[in-house]
């Protein structure tokens, strides 16, 4: 079984920076893509950004892409997740996901328990 393990999550205020970073463990792991997501309350979930494992292809919601860098290191089966010039619409939960490979989406996939990033105006 894999598990997903975020941290770096807190309080910050508008304009500030934080870094999540979530690893993944387990007896074997495959990696196709790791991909983050947040939920904010009363809100559903939505995609924030991605990485492909081996080809290191990303992604991002259109509304990060600019203030937000998803990275990776394979060596620690690690993503991370910088977050600058954050805004108080920011404040979520953000989860960190894995897709094992091609045919399984990120929904089938698994994930972490969720680190909550909150931004004061």
């Known amino acids: 079984q894999v598990q997903l393990v975020e941290s770096g999550g807190g309080l910050v205020q508008a304009g500030g920076s934080l870094r999540l970073s979530c690893a993944a463990s387990?007896?074997?792991?495959?990696?196709?893509?790791m991909g983050w997501f947040r939920q904010a309350p009363g809100k559903e979930r939505e995609f924030v950004a991605a990485?492909?494992?081996?080809?290191?292809?990303?992604r991002y919601a259109d509304i990060v892409k600019d203030r937000f860098t998803i990275s990776r290191d394979n060596a620690k089966n690690t993503v991370y997740l910088q977050m600058n010039s954050l805004k108080p619409e920011d404040t979520a939960v953000y989860y960190c996901?894995?897709?094992?490979?091609?045919?399984?989406?990120?929904?089938?996939?698994?994930w972490g328990q969720g680190t909550q990033v909150t931004v004061s105006s």
């Open positions: 387990g007896r074997t792991i495959s990696i196709y893509e």
């Open positions: 990485i492909g494992w081996n080809v290191g292809n990303i």
């Open positions: 996901a894995l897709r094992a490979n091609i045919w399984n989406s990120f929904e089938n996939g698994y």
